[in-house]
């Protein structure tokens, strides 16, 4: 039986900005659970395994929903997708790798008003005042969070903004999440490409690209490196599984909801971080996390309102 992709949308318009928030957890936990990963896999390896395990997932469910029909402009935006986002995570590994974070890593910020622009040139989306406050609110929020992590290597609030007239670290920095920003741009017009949209089949054709482009790197730098593969298997597949259902939340969110609020809400990953560090870890964070943190939820409020 079809689907008219427009009752699809219908159902889901309202539920845009739940699914972005499950995003933010989801981001949460795939970072939390990363970062206990690196410990004992490398980087790169983590990198491929995130997409290749994803695969097996993104595609059970292609399988039981149906292949959707689709035209060139999804081919060809799943493909430039997965370029930019291959050279975004390239640029962003090798930076974080061999910089002091302190330096550029708040302006990670940054990315909801860039998409905010990308989306009203491209896609003509538009948002309600409020909602662009509370995006503006989000950003500072944001900002402040990151900021705070690092104020043991500065004191200037402003460091990493003036560091993109000097550094050109910051401006490589910058330019990554440019370009990450446009695979979220290709993803949005991909799935609205499909029908019924089929946000499951976007990312099986990006990640499988993904997958083919890192491994001819890995094998470049290190032949034997699908060794590593089966002595950490188990924590890869579940990386990539985790990744998976975060990869599927935001690009569902996308169909009906813009591409910046998105991303904007997908930022109180750094929220539910704190509490998972707090309650599982014993992190103990600084007063100005805190502020940071409330700043950020009235964003996301004055967003849903």
Do not use: C, Q
Not at 168 to 190: C, D, H, Q, Y
Not at 205 to 226: A, N, P, Q, V
Not at 250 to 272: D, P, R
């Amino acid at each position: 039986m079809s689907v008219n992709p427009k009752d699809y949308r219908v159902k889901i318009t309202a539920m845009w900005f739940w699914y972005a928030v499950a995003s933010a957890v989801a981001s949460a936990i795939s970072i939390t659970f990363n970062k206990h990963s690196l410990r004992k896999i490398h980087a790169p390896l983590l990198s491929w395994a995130l997409f290749a395990f994803s695969l097996p997932t993104l595609a059970a469910i292609v399988l039981i929903n149906g292949i959707p029909d689709f035209n060139y402009k999804l081919l060809l935006s799943a493909l430039l997708a997965a370029i930019l986002f291959s050279i975004a995570k390239t640029i962003t590994l090798v930076l974080m790798k061999n910089n002091k974070l302190s330096e550029f890593y708040p302006l990670v910020a940054t990315s909801p008003l860039m998409l905010y622009v990308l989306g009203l040139i491209i896609l003509s989306e538009t948002v309600k005042f409020v909602s662009f406050l509370g995006l503006i609110t989000i950003i500072m929020g944001v900002y402040l969070f990151n900021f705070e992590k690092f104020e043991k290597r500065t004191k200037d609030f402003l460091h990493p903004i003036k560091t993109l007239f000097y550094n050109p670290v910051s401006r490589l920095f910058l330019f990554g999440i440019l370009l990450a920003n446009f695979t979220a741009l290709f993803e949005k017009i991909a799935v609205l490409n499909t029908n019924p949209s089929s946000p499951e089949f976007v990312l099986f054709i990006e990640y499988s690209l993904i997958t083919i482009f890192l491994s001819g790197y890995m094998t470049h730098k290190d032949k034997y490196w699908f060794k590593e593969i089966k002595t950490n298997f188990k924590n890869l597949f579940i990386a990539g599984t985790i990744f998976s259902i975060l990869a599927i939340l935001v690009v569902t969110s996308f169909i009906t909801g813009s591409i910046a609020l998105v991303s904007a809400i997908k930022k109180l990953e750094v929220v539910f971080m704190l509490i998972i560090g707090s309650i599982f870890l014993g992190d103990k964070p600084g007063k100005k996390v805190y502020v940071a943190t409330i700043i950020m939820i009235l964003g996301v409020l004055l967003i849903r309102i």
